[in-house]
């Protein structure tokens, strides 16, 4: 009586993972600047909506940039308390002496 049983054995070649990438040889440009964590600062914040970094508004945990926050403001909640025009309808600072 004969049998045949097949073999199951797999071979693996390492993976990706294990291997070192190509750049890790020299010191690149992306991964000198990116080299330091940036836990604290500017450089750690950013917008919620779009990413941006520069004029961001903290206040009451917003995190939101200037121009996503006047998109956003009035969904939020947000509305301007001096709305109107000046009394008299002129637009002057100061009265005239």
Known sequence: RQTTTQSTHLE????PSTTSPPHA???SHESVWNSRPRNYGKG?????????????????DLNLCRQCFR?????IGFNKV???????G????????
């Open 25 to 27: 040889d020299k010191m």
């Open 44 to 60: 750690s914040r950013s917008c919620r909506v779009c990413k941006h970094t520069a004029g961001l508004i903290r206040k009451y």
């Open 12 to 15: 693996f070649s390492p993976t």
């Open 90 to 97: 002129s637009t002057r600072r100061f009265p005239r002496e």
């Open 71 to 75: 998109e956003k403001a009035k969904d």
């Open 82 to 88: 001096c709305d109107e025009k000046p009394l008299g």
